[in-house]
């Protein structure tokens, strides 16, 4: 049924002492949360700086003629418009620019229904700290909704920005969240052009932090989180649904291939078959006898980022 998991794989046992993987995941199993990034900090333009900036924007280009064409025919409406734009509110690393801009010069209206970050505060590295479900939903306001609602305005508000995103069903998140307890950490296959490059899921909480193999090897217990997903069990017992977003750094990762790690994380963590959920257990509680072919083959099986090796042939018909 799949390929086989006793095959010529190399054993993870030597894989993780020779790379001191062990080590590494013990103690950073410690840390609430793990290591944060630190990518540029994106400064809000002050006064007189707000074209520059805007042309600094990768998207000014594709936008030039309709931004000179308002400035000649209307440049009170283009002057308002630009400070507006050094009005808005810096966004987690993860958002797109793109997305920024098309939401300054449209000047649409933030959904009643979301905080839009209140109450939540950046760390030097990009990430939120203490990103609670109130600081990006008004939960007062969605209790009177019945679930299916509340996944609709949950997909429509987070759709139109560049980020995972997910609304999962509580049965399942609560078969994720006991072997969560159990396994908190899985090694991840993340499919490129030529091979796959390892991410190691640490869980924290209910956050699950994601961060390239090589990064342990070179950085060990310090190593930087490249995305985080945030699971919010809020209205887990009284709508049947937990809310799900992300944050990523978009240096090392884009959206589809955060979206092939979440994804995973329901194919090992969530699933009825108690051999794929053997490598989760095998990974945590007896890493000699961990393969990290099994992970590829596991993935491979699933069709899970067949879309990020271009070229490939489906062996589906």
Request: hydrophobic fraction near 35%.
């Amino acid at each position: 049924r799949r390929t086989d998991r006793e095959g010529p794989g190399a054993m993870a046992g030597p894989l993780l002492q020779a790379w001191g993987l062990g080590a590494a995941l013990r103690s950073r199993a410690a840390l609430r949360p793990l290591g944060l990034l630190a990518p540029p900090c994106r400064e809000v333009a002050g006064p007189g700086s707000g074209e520059a900036a805007l042309e600094e924007n990768p998207f000014y280009g594709k936008y030039r003629h309709k931004i000179q064409e308002l400035r000649r025919s209307s440049p009170d409406v283009f002057e308002s418009r630009m400070e507006k734009r050094n009005e808005v509110k810096k966004q987690p690393v993860g958002y797109s620019n793109q997305g920024e801009f098309i939401r300054c010069m449209e000047e649409k209206a933030r959904p009643i229904f979301f905080a839009e970050g209140l109450g939540t505060k950046t760390s030097k590295g990009g990430f939120t700290k203490d990103k609670t479900l109130d600081s990006i939903l008004n939960v007062e306001m969605v209790k009177e909704k019945s679930a299916e609602e509340i996944k609709q305005i949950w997909n429509q508000y987070f759709s139109a920005k560049d980020t995972v995103y997910a609304v999962i069903p509580a049965d399942k998140f609560d078969l994720i969240w006991k072997r969560a307890q159990k396994c908190p950490s899985f090694l991840y296959a993340l499919p490129r052009k030529e091979g796959y490059e390892f991410f190691v899921g640490q869980w924290s909480g209910t956050e699950l932090h994601f961060t390239s193999l090589i990064n342990i090897q070179t950085q060990g217990e310090t190593a930087p989180s490249q995305l985080v997903l945030y699971h919010y069990p809020e209205l887990q017992k009284e709508k049947g649904i937990v809310l799900m977003t992300a944050e990523m750094d978009s240096k090392f990762l884009v959206v589809r291939e955060a979206q092939c790690l979440a994804n995973q994380v329901q194919l090992f963590y969530a699933t009825d078959d108690s051999e794929t959920y053997e490598l989760v257990e095998t990974f945590n509680h007896r890493s000699s006898e961990f393969k990290y072919m099994s992970v590829i083959a596991e993935l491979e099986q699933s069709g899970l980022g067949r879309e990020l090796r271009p070229g490939q042939v489906s062996d589906k018909s």
